[in-house]
């Protein structure tokens, strides 16, 4: 029971070390376990294979695994906030195709002598079922982590001789090859399996949208796969041609593989400007993309690389630069700012997609809106609805952002243990919500109806629920299994195999942009007194898809194992 109720409460001993924090994504404890049945047990083959197949939702719990979530950090809240957008994305998709007539519309709008008063439909409530919003959260947040590191080093005030300065710049020329040679392994490699995995579901699973129009197997893996190069091609920015309904949602995976790139260059081109002129860089290259053509994403990117900037030069110390004396501001002039761009964000991230004018408080901000991102507009970027929802949607993205970078209390309420869980397979969540949905909910939800005659909302709330069961035990295995050893994978042909970071006569050493590493951050500002970049790592053996990308600094404590499969 003490077990159960550490995982619901979700905080670790460490959240009173203000400032000796770290970004971990998975973590190993050899006492974790509360007693000693799994040591007397695991040479068992048959209990290896059991606490394999166990999902670490359940195994966890019940003190069945070593594996256990990383201790609650000052920016553990992000991969909360990736996990609840991730279930977010998930819920549209659930309710877009049974109830498209209410949720897209605002409440109060009028169509057709019909007033829309549903749930739903209230501003922020509508927030839980705001997939695009989300997949502008998801661009800010991409931008933040992969720009992370490379900030760090920039910012390191730590290294003023030119001795340091030259071995810092080595470091970040070797962590930024070492990110844009891993990136898309680490995005596309869990894709192809995606949809290696689809293409035989959808062909002979009997059950769910069937797609047999090609003559066989080996044709209908064919069309997945070149839907899948449609994606991972860098150079096509322009819309993508639809892709298969199983497989909708990999088309932001194509725009963040060129974020990515992006990113590295934006990076490598600022890394020698002063902290004042990186700033003005990362926001004109944001407005310039949203002014030429439209670039949502570029921008969503800008903002993430942004926000990471102000982690290590808050605006208040150039300003206190500037007036050449310390500014000293009271917490509430941070606290009330940020609470109203919390609560403004995620209304602007949940703009309704269909009649955007017709409501409050829509209404009134859509004079805002420039007129290319209104309906019909035309435009070639890659996104499927009305640009008015990227464009409140990137604003809204960043504002909340920046919002929960100062709000700690928030930060906690996000980094409880289910929603660490949800951030750790939220990637595999991703890329398999289509079969849930297509394979498990929607099938559950037409059977109750047709053959039982339950209710619409009953059938839906009953396939909703085993959809998401589905989903969520599904991408554990799929996190455990395919997403962690496409990270080896990474690594193993970036450091091992091309040898970037891998020093001479060195076999098995990580590089200075090693994924199992992880790196210390502050909480809140610090004091004047406070060494922003003082470090404490701890290797761990994994990474993640977002959180750690690039957020690495070299290791000299010893790697300890974690997840023993059964074949070992």
């Known amino acids: 029971?003490?077990?159960?109720?550490?995982?619901?409460?979700?905080?670790?001993?460490?959240?009173?070390?203000?400032?000796?924090?770290?970004?971990?994504?998975?973590?190993?404890?050899?006492?974790?376990?509360?007693?000693?049945?799994?040591?007397?047990?695991?040479?068992?083959?048959?209990?290896?294979?059991?606490?394999?197949?166990l999902p670490?939702?359940?195994?966890?719990?019940?003190?069945?695994?070593?594996?256990?979530?990383?201790?609650?950090?000052?920016?553990?809240?992000?991969?909360?906030?990736?996990?609840?957008?991730?279930?977010?994305?998930?819920?549209?998709?659930?309710?877009?195709?049974?109830?498209?007539?209410?949720?897209?519309?605002?409440?109060?709008?009028?169509?057709?002598?019909?007033?829309?008063?549903?749930?739903?439909?209230?501003?922020?409530?509508?927030?839980?079922?705001?997939?695009?919003?989300?997949?502008?959260?998801?661009?800010?947040?991409?931008?933040?982590?992969?720009?992370?590191?490379?900030?760090?080093?920039?910012?390191?005030?730590?290294?003023?001789?030119?001795?340091?300065?030259?071995?810092?710049?080595?470091?970040?020329?070797?962590?930024?090859?070492?990110?844009?040679?891993?990136?898309?392994?680490?995005?596309?490699?869990?894709?192809?399996?995606?949809?290696?995995?689809?293409?035989?579901?959808?062909?002979?699973?009997?059950w769910g949208i069937?797609?047999?129009?090609?003559?066989?197997?080996?044709?209908?893996?064919?069309?997945?796969?070149?839907?899948?190069?449609?994606?991972?091609?860098?150079?096509?920015?322009?819309?993508?041609?639809?892709?298969?309904?199983?497989?909708?949602?990999?088309?932001?995976?194509?725009?963040?593989?060129?974020?990515?790139?992006?990113m590295f260059l934006m990076i490598a081109t600022t890394a020698t400007l002063s902290t004042v002129g990186r700033k003005t860089v990362i926001v004109f290259v944001g407005a310039w993309s949203v002014y030429c053509n439209r670039r949502w994403d570029i921008a969503c990117a800008m903002g993430g690389m942004m926000l990471a900037e102000l982690r290590f030069a808050p605006l208040s110390d150039d300003i206190s630069r500037l007036l050449n004396r310390p500014l000293r501001l009271s917490k509430w002039l941070t606290i009330i700012p940020a609470v109203f761009c919390v609560l403004f964000g995620t209304l602007l991230c949940s703009w309704p997609e269909a009649m955007p004018d017709s409501a409050q408080p829509y209404r009134s901000l859509w004079e805002l809106t420039p007129s290319n991102w209104r309906p019909d507009a035309n435009h070639g970027s890659p996104e499927p609805v009305g640009g008015w929802v990227w464009w409140w949607g990137t604003i809204g993205a960043f504002l909340m952002l920046w919002g929960l970078e100062q709000l700690p209390l928030l930060q906690k309420a996000l980094s409880i243990s289910s929603l660490k869980y949800l951030g750790e397979i939220s990637y595999a969540y991703y890329l398999?919500?289509?079969?849930?949905?297509?394979?498990?909910?929607?099938?559950?939800?037409?059977?109750?109806?047709?053959?039982?005659?339950?209710?619409?909302?009953?059938?839906?709330?009953?396939?909703?629920?085993?959809?998401?069961?589905?989903?969520?035990?599904?991408?554990?295995?799929?996190?455990?299994?395919?997403?962690?050893?496409?990270?080896?994978?990474?690594?193993?042909?970036?450091?091992?195999?091309?040898?970037?970071?891998?020093?001479?006569?060195s076999r098995s050493r990580n590089g200075p942009d090693s994924a199992g590493d992880y790196t210390l951050v502050p909480t809140t500002m610090p004091a004047a007194n406070d060494d922003r970049y003082a470090s404490d790592n701890v290797a761990v053996e994994e990474d993640d898809i977002a959180l750690k990308e690039g957020l690495t600094v070299p290791d000299s404590r010893p790697r300890r194992r974690l997840y023993a499969t059964p074949s070992e």
């Open 1 to 53: 029971m003490d077990n159960i109720r550490r995982w619901v409460k979700g905080f670790t001993g460490s959240q009173g070390r203000q400032y000796e924090e770290v970004l971990p994504l998975t973590a190993t404890d050899s006492q974790s376990t509360s007693d000693g049945w799994m040591l007397r047990h695991r040479g068992n083959p048959a209990v290896r294979w059991l606490l394999f197949l």
């Open 56 to 206: 670490f939702c359940i195994a966890r719990p019940l003190g069945l695994t070593e594996r256990r979530l990383p201790k609650t950090m000052s920016t553990t809240y992000l991969n909360g906030i990736r996990g609840l957008a991730c279930w977010i994305v998930f819920n549209e998709h659930m309710v877009m195709d049974k109830y498209r007539d209410i949720v897209f519309k605002p409440y109060g709008a009028v169509d057709n002598g019909h007033k829309f008063e549903h749930f739903i439909q209230l501003p922020f409530v509508r927030a839980l079922i705001a997939g695009k919003g989300m997949v502008c959260v998801f661009f800010v947040l991409s931008g933040f982590v992969l720009s992370y590191s490379s900030l760090r080093k920039i910012n390191d005030p730590g290294r003023s001789n030119k001795q340091e300065r030259t071995g810092s710049r080595d470091d970040l020329l070797t962590s930024v090859s070492s990110m844009t040679l891993r990136r898309a392994i680490r995005l596309f490699g869990p894709m192809l399996a995606l949809a290696f995995i689809t293409a035989f579901v959808t062909y002979y699973i009997p």
């Open 210 to 262: 069937i797609d047999r129009k090609a003559p066989n197997i080996f044709v209908h893996l064919y069309k997945f796969w070149l839907s899948a190069v449609t994606v991972m091609d860098p150079y096509h920015w322009a819309r993508l041609k639809p892709l298969p309904r199983h497989f909708e949602q990999a088309w932001t995976l194509g725009v963040e593989y060129r974020l990515s790139l992006a």
């Open 432 to 505: 398999l919500q289509g079969l849930g949905h297509t394979h498990v909910g929607n099938p559950i939800y037409q059977s109750l109806q047709d053959k039982y005659g339950w209710s619409k909302n009953s059938a839906f709330a009953a396939g909703y629920i085993v959809g998401n069961i589905f989903n969520i035990i599904a991408s554990d295995y799929f996190w455990r299994v395919i997403d962690e050893s496409f990270i080896r994978l990474a690594r193993f042909v970036v450091v091992e195999w091309l040898g970037v970071g891998k020093g001479p006569g």
